[in-house]
């Protein structure tokens, strides 16, 4: 149906900025779940065409299990709650996270032992009666440091009337997981991008996914590298970066080359991913796509992919400029 005026004062209504304080005391939290980071305390999608809804206007990004988070309110009707993320802030649905002491939570904002997720996507099961969805970077605490028996002693967070409970779970050592973060190499790119290979575009987070810029940030995670989540503030924290403004396409295509694997190339609203070159020396890509033109008798048409693929650097964008010649920046973490 067709977004009211109603419906979206009625949301904005929800944030109950008139109880805010002048002075806001964070509450410490821990994130349980997985959870969606609304723009607005609403369950209601806000989409820009019916006939297509995969692009949720309120959905922010996608929290994972054992995330620390600060508490700054409530909403009016008390099913949700405004944290701020090491990146982002935004509402998650009450159950999703947990209060705590101040203590308890620095342990997770720097635990002493801990697993990174390596998968695309990794499933932890919780005392048999439910499982949790982590995604690549994602940290799980360990009681101590290595394995037992070929498994690890994980530390994950319940939340129960809204406090934070923890539970002890036995988790396989295998290629899903690995002891603190991965060192940070070419083959590490190469390797971690590549288990995306064919994932569905998922906007924000949405249908358990990635979109451009978090499955950068989760490659990136993985290997201890903390990026920003959206794609314009990760071009302006790349420790280095190679400017394309006014450059030929030949010399364009010459700056790629010259970048290491793992390199991220923007564009506006987009980035992606440097694999190198193939055996006949075209640069190529990796990244979470969502769409791309064609051209007919001076008429585009949109087709959209949703996934995660490897390309060149030739596919056009709405106004017929391809990506070589509408990219804007090479981004350098070292």
């Known amino acids: ?19 805010l304080p002048a002075k806001v005391i964070p509450r410490y939290g821990v994130i349980c779940q997985r959870a969606d980071l609304r723009l607005l305390p609403t369950p209601k999608f806000f989409f820009d065409d019916k006939s297509f809804q995969h692009y949720d206007d309120l959905q922010g990004t996608a929290l994972d299990p054992a995330q620390p988070v600060l508490i700054l309110a409530n909403s009016k009707d008390g099913a949700y709650s405004f944290v701020l993320t090491r990146d982002y ?38 005392g048999g009666a439910w499982s949790i969805l982590c995604q690549m970077g994602a940290v799980i605490p360990l009681e101590e440091a290595g394995s037992h028996d070929g498994k690890y002693k994980a530390i994950l967070p319940v939340e129960v009337n809204g406090t934070l409970h923890e539970a002890k779970v036995a988790i396989a050592k295998d290629d899903t997981v690995h002891e603190g973060y991965l060192p940070c190499t070419p083959n590490n790119f190469t390797r971690l991008s590549l288990k995306f290979l064919g994932d569905v575009y998922g906007w924000g987070g949405m249908e358990e996914s990635v979109d451009c810029s978090s499955f950068v940030q989760d490659v990136y ?24 403004d006014r450059l030929s396409t030949a010399t364009r295509y ?24 193939d055996a006949k020396g075209t640069p190529l890509a990796i990244h979470s796509a969502s769409s791309y033109f064609t051209f007919a008798g001076g008429k585009g048409e949109k087709h959209y992919i949703r996934k995660v693929l490897v390309s060149d650097l030739t596919y056009q964008n709405g106004k017929g400029v391809k990506t070589i010649d509408g990219m804007t920046n090479i981004g350098y973490v070292k």
């Open 1 to 19: 149906a067709r977004i009211t005026q109603n419906d979206y004062d009625s949301a904005k209504s929800n944030c109950n900025l008139a109880a």
């Open 89 to 126: 802030s935004g509402w998650v649905s009450f159950g999703t996270v947990a209060t705590t002491n101040r203590d308890t939570w620095l342990k997770y904002v720097n635990p002493k032992h801990f697993l990174v997720v390596t998968a695309n996507k990794k499933r932890v099961h919780v």
């Open 221 to 244: 995670r993985a290997m201890g590298i903390y990026i920003p989540r959206d794609a314009d503030q990760q071009e302006e924290a790349m420790a280095k970066s190679t400017k394309l």
């Open 254 to 277: 010459q700056k790629v080359g010259e970048a290491p694997v793992g390199a991220l190339l923007f564009k506006p609203g987009h980035v992606m991913m440097y694999l190198g070159k």
